[in-house]
């Protein structure tokens, strides 16, 4: 919205600066933090008085309960609160029809929806199971093949979305990888990244924490991969567009923040599904469009080490039946081995912010 003031000035010329990408960027992130400040403690209240409170499990994990039984009844769903400040603030400052941008915008209310189905279930049927794992994957699946299915209708996003790129290698590794390979792709990555953030957000603060880290690294790289001289410099792809990704990177990043001001420990609002889900969306949306999905690995490392511990415990007590973690995701793990969870917490953030400069590396080692 603010964009259309660069065109007065003519009239006025301080109001250029509204044209570049780097002003709406901080502005976008200060506009962000301040919605989700202002509108928490109103969300929060409407929260309580509907009784949207969390469930704490007790069967799955008992010396896990004794540690955050306390927890129960802390209002949830509070991942709205990022959803509607990103918004507000990316329409008010990312350029009005942006395609990358609408696409963003859609795949993270796409599964900020789902994940706001799977909390009403479990409120509705006051357990910690919602939406079956099956049911989820297929709405993380629908939504995977939508995106590939309009990426693919128009001739040049076709090309960068069939081009498969590796970090620290400048030139494509597969010209086109075909239609199929390409669905295939992006579902791992989106499946990836929506799980992942999911599966971190399990103490005060820590999933949305990591989120603004690897949101803040993807904002550098769709700045760059959105400017013709830096993309060629860097010798990655330039996609026309992407660079109000930068914006919308800068909401998001000032919206989690805004958030983590009632989500740290001790929590006054949970994100829930709601929150988690659309994150990993959000983030996977713009790895996709900016052609740096594999950089989310290095970027979100902090995500991987969850979700891998997941597997690793899952598939030990199948095959062995044995537990190879105390308890998992991981973070759990060490909360049971004595770590106070803000211990646990900020360490996580801090390697997430190593993971995510490392992920920032790739864009100088080609």
């Known amino acids: 919205m603010f964009y259309w003031l660069a065109l007065l000035e003519e009239w006025y010329s301080p109001l250029r600066m509204f044209q570049y990408i780097t002003v709406r960027t901080v502005a976008g992130a200060g506009t962000g933090f301040l ?113 590939v299915i309009s990426l693919d209708h128009f001739p040049e996003t076709q090309i960068w979305l069939r081009r498969l790129m590796v970090p620290f290698v400048k030139d494509p590794v597969i010209e086109n990888i075909g239609w199929l390979a390409a669905f295939l792709f992006v579902t791992v990555i989106m499946l990836g990244a929506t799980n992942a953030v999911n599966l971190t957000d399990g103490l005060d603060g820590l999933a949305i924490g990591c989120s603004s880290s690897v949101a803040l690294t993807y904002l550098v790289l769709a700045y760059v991969a959105g400017h013709a001289v830096f993309a060629e410099y860097l010798y990655i792809p330039y996609v026309a567009g992407s660079g109000e990704l930068a914006v919308f990177c800068g909401c998001l990043a000032g919206a989690g923040l805004g958030f983590l001001w009632y989500n740290c420990h001790p929590a006054r609002v949970f994100m829930g599904d709601t929150g988690s889900l659309a994150l990993g969306g959000a983030i996977a949306t713009v790895a996709i469009l900016i052609k740096q999905e594999l950089v989310l690995i290095i970027a979100g490392g902090v995500f991987v080490i969850e979700a891998v511990s997941v597997i690793i415990q899952v598939g030990s007590y199948k095959l062995r039946r044995k537990r190879v973690f105390k308890c998992a995701p991981i973070h759990h793990h060490f909360e049971m081995m004595n770590w106070s969870e803000t211990q646990v917490t900020v360490r996580f953030w801090i390697l997430s912010i190593v993971f995510s400069l490392m992920g920032l590396l790739t864009l100088k080692i080609r």
């Open 35 to 147: 919605i989700s400040l202002l509108a928490g403690p109103w969300l929060i209240g409407l929260l309580k008085r509907r009784n949207i409170g969390q469930y704490v499990r007790q069967e799955e994990s008992p010396p896990l309960y004794e540690l955050h039984n306390k927890k129960a009844g802390t209002p949830t769903m509070g991942g709205l609160l990022i959803l509607l400040s990103v918004t507000v603030s990316s329409i008010i400052w990312a350029r009005p029809g942006n395609l990358p941008v609408l696409i963003t915008l859609a795949s993270m209310w796409y599964m900020g929806t789902v994940g706001f189905w799977d909390d009403y279930l479990k409120l509705h049927n006051k357990q910690s199971k919602g939406l079956s794992a099956r049911a989820k994957v297929l709405l993380q699946l629908a939504w995977a093949l939508a995106l």
